[in-house]
Nanobody, 124 residues
Framework: QVQLVESGGGLVQAGVSLRLSCAPS????????MGWFRQAPGKEREFVAA????????YVAESVKGRFTISRDGAKNTVYLQMNSLKPEDTAVYFC?????????????????WGQGTQVTVSS
């Protein structure tokens, strides 16, 4: 069974940093564009960041630009989301996703595989 497994979430105070990790099991996603989304209570799931497979071009949502960075380690088959200067409005469940069809989009339907999510809670 193919899975994406997120880790690294938690309860933190505003201003600190967290690094989320996403590691697949069951297959590799070395050729896939990998993305992070988040969903706050009562809100739709929104795009946060994505990284392409080859060349490593990255894309970050305006709402987190300058604070969040996405990267991937091909040797470890892992994707990271480095989150700095966290704010209470960053509180959400964060999901890792894989686009194996080359859609290169920022919508949820552009991604074929999803993790179960990891909770990030930022207190003020």
């Amino acid at each position: 069974q193919v899975q994406l497994v997120e880790s690294g979430g938690g309860l933190v105070q505003a201003g600190v940093s967290l690094r989320l990790s996403c590691a697949p099991s069951g297959r590799t996603f070395s050729r896939a564009r990998m993305g992070w989304f988040r969903q706050a209570p009562g809100k739709e799931r929104e795009f946060v960041a994505a990284v392409n497979c080859c060349g490593g071009a990255t894309y970050v949502a305006e709402s987190v630009k300058g604070r969040f960075t996405i990267s991937r380690d091909g040797a470890k088959n892992t994707v990271y989301l480095q989150m700095n200067s966290l704010k209470p409005e960053d509180t959400a469940v964060y999901f890792c996703a894989a686009d194996t069809s080359g859609r290169y989009g920022v919508r949820t339907y552009d991604y074929d595989y999803w993790g179960q999510g990891t909770q990030v809670t930022v207190s003020s």
